[in-house]
C-alpha cells in the first residue's frame, strides 16, 4: 500500500472558504512534502517540511507536521477557483536500499466560483 | 529556467511491443526519479537513480528497465507492453532530499 494516505479524498468548497486536506504516513521520514497537479498535468511543487519542523507557510499555503501521529496537514486559505486540482503528499525515506519519494492517493479539491 | 524535458509527449504502441521514453533532468540535479500514473490513480513510484547510480525501486515490473546516463538523462525501457501498462509516466528531478521538479509526462497508449 501507498506510504501517504489522505482524506478526505474529495473536497468540494465555495471560493473564499478555507481548505483541509490531510496525510497520514507508515513509516519514519526524512522530510514530507506537498504538491499539486492538474489534470493530466505534471505535479508541481508546493512546500517541502523536513522531520524537525512542525509548521510551515508559503503564502496562503500552511502545512503542519506531527511526526509522533505520523501526520500533516496541508491548509489553504481564502480559496480561489484556481486552486482546482488534486493534492498530494510525499514522504521522503532514506533506507539502506536507497531513498524514495512516496505519493499519497491525493485529494481532488474542487473550488465552485 | 530550465525544467524536466520528457520526450516523447505521447507514444502509442501495441500489445507486446517495446517502448523507450527519455527524461532530461534540471542541469545539476543529481537525482531523478521515475513515476507511473494510471487513470484516476496517484502516482506510482517505480525507480530513483542519484549519481546515476540505482538508488531504489518500487513497484516497477520486471519487463521495465531504467538506467542513467554520463550526461545525467535517463531512458525507462518497458518491453512485452500489455494494455494496463497505458498511463502517464512522469520523471522528475532534484537535488537529493530536496524537492522534486516533475517534467509534463509521457502519455503512453498502448492499444
Known amino acids: 500500500s501507498q506510504q501517504g494516505e489522505e482524506d478526505p479524498q474529495a473536497l468540494s468548497i465555495q471560493e473564499g472558504e478555507n481548505a483541509t486536506m490531510n496525510c497520514s504516513y507508515k513509516?519514519?521520514?526524512?522530510?514530507l512534502q506537498w504538491y499539486r497537479q492538474n489534470s493530466g498535468r505534471g505535479l508541481v511543487h508546493l512546500i517541502l517540511?523536513?522531520?524537525?519542523?512542525r509548521e510551515k507557510h508559503s503564502g496562503r499555503l500552511r502545512v503542519t507536521l506531527d511526526t509522533s501521529k505520523k501526520s500533516s496537514s496541508l491548509l489553504i486559505t481564502a480559496s480561489r477557483a484556481a486552486d482546482t486540482a488534486s493534492y498530494f503528499c510525499?514522504?521522503?525515506?532514506?533506507?539502506?536500499?536507497?531513498?524514495?519519494?512516496?505519493f499519497g492517493a491525493g485529494t481532488r479539491l474542487f473550488v465552485k466560483a | 529556467a530550465a525544467g524536466v524535458i520528457q520526450s516523447p509527449r505521447h507514444l502509442i504502441k501495441e500489445k507486446r511491443e517495446t517502448a523507450t521514453l527519455k527524461c532530461y533532468p534540471i542541469?545539476?540535479?543529481?537525482?531523478v526519479y521515475w513515476y507511473q500514473q494510471g487513470p484516476g490513480q496517484d502516482p506510482q513510484f517505480l525507480i530513483s537513480?542519484?549519481?546515476?547510480?540505482?538508488?531504489d525501486k518500487g513497484s516497477i515490473p520486471d519487463r521495465f528497465s531504467a538506467q542513467q546516463f554520463s550526461d545525467y538523462h535517463s531512458e525507462l525501457n518497458m518491453s512485452s507492453l500489455e494494455l494496463g501498462d497505458s498511463a502517464l509516466y512522469f520523471c522528475?528531478?532534484?537535488?537529493?532530499?530536496?524537492?522534486?521538479?516533475f517534467g509534463q509526462g509521457t502519455r503512453l497508449t498502448v492499444v
Open positions: 522528475a528531478s532534484s537535488l537529493i532530499q530536496r524537492e522534486a521538479f
Open positions: 513509516t519514519s521520514i526524512n522530510n
Open positions: 517540511i523536513r522531520s524537525n519542523e
Open positions: 510525499a514522504t521522503d525515506t532514506i533506507n539502506t536500499g536507497g531513498f524514495k519519494t512516496i
Open positions: 542541469p545539476r540535479h543529481d537525482t
Open positions: 537513480f542519484y549519481e546515476k547510480m540505482q538508488s
